[in-house]
RNA sequence: GUGGGUGUAGCUCAGUCGGUAGAGCACUGGAUUGUGGCUCCAGUUGUCGAGGGUUCGAUCCCCUUCACUCACCCCA
């Protein structure tokens, strides 16, 4: 038996890697645009900072995370997630002090320890964006319109970003509480997973997808009417700015989140593409996370975005792998040995060359620079090594012409056209 | 953690009411000596996921197990 890769642990193979580097390519195109740097971190942080800032109770933290200890007994943790690795960093490096505002993006694997599914696996990948320290609702909106060029420039349309306001430490608590005395009254029609979520997590129960919790929570109270006045006022500001910019969003007032950090706006990109995981992206605002690891007391705001479920989406459109230039087909030792020089040449010319390796018959080598795309193949025999002259033929037009073998390098890297 | 589905050639799958198995694609070779894509011909490949049971005999029936997959939970 054959050693195997990890449950719900990935290859990206040739086909597919190249949707994914476009994926990044854009990210990094677009963020940039928006005056976004790259920062990297470890994809192993001590188990604490997840537990501080996801939160305790939170399934991540309680079930999902790849926890272990290493040789010195430290606790340490795969990252579940992108944003504590990345403010613990900003705190640790102390940024604030070298620029009052921080836009810094991300892409790496994350871990979770959960069923695989499609569009979830146990190593997955993110592509975040965070901005600190920067308070005004237009933030929020440039980072929302951030979110929604990016899918655009990818060319993802079927897409929706819907926005709530979860409120601050100071408005939460009341709704909470209006949600679970409104939720009391009917605990007898909630399913099974409501009733617990009832004491776990209220919020979640006006999220649930079985009818007869739909049903029951109707008139439900919501939090936009339970927003403080500075959230209330914060939310209608951000909603003001993204129609300035003409960035389209639907209010989805039962739009909860999973980690316990988030304030004031939380937002998803959901679609209806990808069975039941729908949201593509989403963040939202942490106005007290950097405060709470220990760092200033500055506002924080951002978004992650899932690569696979990116590439599924992309996935019918994929993007083809590039052509070769140059085939040289060799005929006989001699030609094939002079193939094998022009070819490292020419690669280092900048053309995409390849050849047969192993001395196959010339309607193999054509079969396989037909296969492999070839724009062109120089045929080289024993007729054209002794009368210095190859036999350039354009594929696609099944067009041969003799061409000089003197000053042939100069003539392929100057007829070359540039690959896609 | 819970539930459903699937596991047969490299890939996609068919099949045997129980007698050790096929199709298409792919690959290799050929159809005028050195010319691809279309067509035709030929050829190669499988411990029929693994272990056990019933049986004269199981890939097909039964049990167990593993893997993959989808959904719930949760989430990007």
């Known amino acids: ?80 997630e992108g944003t504590a690795p990345v403010m613990r960093a ?27 599914q499609k569009g979830r696996y146990r190593q997955f990948h993110q592509i975040g964006a965070e901005v600190i320290g920067v308070e005004d609702a237009k933030i929020d909106a440039q980072v929302l319109t951030m979110l929604a060029h990016y899918f655009e420039a990818v060319g993802i349309v079927d897409v929706e970003l819907q926005i709530n306001s979860l409120g601050c430490p100071e408005c939460r608590p009341g709704y909470r509480q209006a949600l679970t005395a409104f939720l009391e ?52 500001r951000v909603q003001k700015h993204l129609r300035e910019v003409g960035t389209a969003f639907s209010i989805n007032a039962r739009m909860v989140r999973g980690l316990d950090y988030y304030t004031k706006t939380t937002f998803e990109m959901v679609t209806g593409s990808l069975g039941s995981q729908n949201a593509v992206a989403a963040g939202g605002r942490y106005d007290g996370l950097i405060k709470d690891l220990g760092g200033p007391p500055l506002p924080g705001i951002g978004f992650a975005m899932g690569v696979e479920r990116l590439a599924l989406m992309k996935g019918e459109a994929r993007i083809e792998a590039a052509r070769p230039d140059l085939f040289l087909a060799a005929l006989g030792e001699d030609a094939a040995r002079y193939a094998f020089a022009l070819m490292s040449r020419l690669q280092r010319r900048g053309l995409r060359t390849e050849m047969d390796y192993e001395g196959k018959s010339l309607k193999a080598q054509l079969r396989r620079a037909d296969k492999l795309m070839a724009k062109r193949v120089l045929i080289l025999g024993e007729d054209e090594m002794s009368r210095r002259q190859g036999q350039l033929r354009t594929m696609e037009t099944s067009s041969q012409e003799s061409v000089p073998l003197d000053g042939i390098e100069e003539f392929l890297a100057a007829a070359a056209s540039p690959g896609p």
Request: proline residues 6%; aromatic residues 10%.
């Open 1 to 80: 038996m054959s050693i195997t890769g990890i449950k719900g642990m990935n290859d990206i193979l040739p086909g597919e890697v190249e949707t994914w580097q476009f994926l990044e390519e854009q990210a990094r195109r677009i963020f940039g645009l928006y005056g976004f740097s790259e920062i990297r971190v470890p994809v192993v942080e001590k188990t604490e900072l997840f537990q501080r800032s996801i939160g305790e109770t939170t399934d991540i933290v309680e079930k999902e995370m790849y926890t272990f200890r290493d040789k010195s007994d430290n606790s340490l943790t795969l990252r579940p």
């Open 90 to 116: 900003f705190i640790q490096n102390k940024l604030h002090t070298r620029d009052p505002i921080a836009k810094l993006y991300y892409m790496g694997p994350m871990f979770r320890y959960e069923r695989p």
């Open 185 to 236: 009254d009917r605990l007898e029609t909630l399913c099974e997973d409501c009733r617990r979520r009832y004491r776990t997590n209220p919020l979640r129960v006006v999220d649930c997808k079985v009818p007869g919790c739909k049903e029951a929570t109707v008139g439900a109270p919501s939090v936009l009417d339970h927003l403080c006045g500075g959230c209330t006022e914060h939310f209608t």
